[in-house]
Nanobody, 122 residues
Framework: VQLVESGGGLVEAGGSLNLSCVGSRIIFGRNVMAWFRRAPGKQRELVARISSSGITNYVDSVKGRFTISRDNPKNTLYLQMNSLEPEDTGVYYC?????????????????WGQGTQVTVSS
């Protein structure tokens, strides 16, 4: 299984970015997909998750600003990020798990991409 993120970059506060995660050798539709991030000096945290049936949940700090979505035939996960804040800065990781209980678990219980850097300047 391979997950490859893209779409990160440097943006001013208030700006937008759209992250993508393309998977190979994995059936997206059967997996719980999620975005995690690791901010400088902090532990990795869940940003948003989408179940195989399309149910979504978000960390409180991004509700109303971020939208997670998936395109199963294209094996692609997205994270639309609007109204970005400096506190959103970090490395964003795509994660895939075959069941909710394994979402965010270390490999081999779930799969991780290599991450994409998001930097929001004030």
């Amino acid at each position: 299984v391979q997950l490859v993120e893209s779409g990160g970059g440097l943006v001013e506060a208030g700006g937008s970015l759209n992250l993508s995660c393309v998977g190979s050798r994995i059936i997206f539709g059967r997996n719980v997909m999620a975005w995690f991030r690791r901010a400088p000096g902090k532990q990795r945290e869940l940003v948003a998750r989408i179940s195989s049936s399309g149910i979504t949940n978000y960390v409180d700090s991004v509700k109303g600003r971020f939208t997670i979505s998936r395109d199963n035939p294209k094996n692609t996960l997205y994270l639309q990020m609007n109204s970005l804040e400096p506190e959103d800065t970090g490395v964003y990781y795509c994660n895939a798990a075959d069941r909710l209980e394994r979402s965010g678990a270390d490999y081999p219980y779930s799969y991780w991409g290599q991450g994409t850097q998001v930097t929001v300047s004030s």
